[in-house]
């Protein structure tokens, strides 16, 4: 039986999975540039937040649509920001 989700669990996990993406995205880069200090803090906080989504929406399905809400805006947020971040190192560097 699926019962009417809760709003505050509902905004909650949008906000965990938004946060747990976005870690995602900071790892993954991290990983890619070789940062292995960073990628492993990166890691654990990652295991970290996904823990709130995962507990709160396996007592009730209807938090797995939250929960993707909450995933797509972490990782289109990070990317963007990563994306804001290069374009400010790249022109801060000298041209040839």
């Known amino acids: 039986m699926i019962h009417a989700?809760?709003?505050?669990?509902?905004?909650?996990?949008?906000?965990?999975?938004?946060?747990?993406?976005?870690v995602y995205v900071l790892f993954t880069a991290a990983v890619a540039a070789r940062r292995r200090s960073i990628a492993a803090?990166?890691?654990?906080?990652?295991?970290?937040?996904?823990a709130f989504a995962v507990i709160s929406y396996t007592g009730n399905p209807i938090y797995v649509?939250?929960?993707?809400?909450?995933s797509?805006?972490?990782?289109?947020?990070a990317v963007t920001w990563l994306g804001t971040a290069d374009?400010?190192?790249?022109?801060?560097?000298?041209?040839?």
Request: charged residues 5%.
């Open 5 to 22: 989700p809760n709003p505050l669990i509902a905004i909650g996990v949008v906000a965990s999975t938004a946060a747990t993406d976005a």
């Open 65 to 70: 649509v939250f929960a993707a809400i909450g």
């Open 41 to 50: 803090s990166w890691s654990s906080l990652w295991y970290l937040l996904s």
């Open 72 to 77: 797509w805006l972490g990782a289109f947020g």
């Open 87 to 96: 374009v400010k190192s790249a022109s801060a560097k000298p041209h040839s």
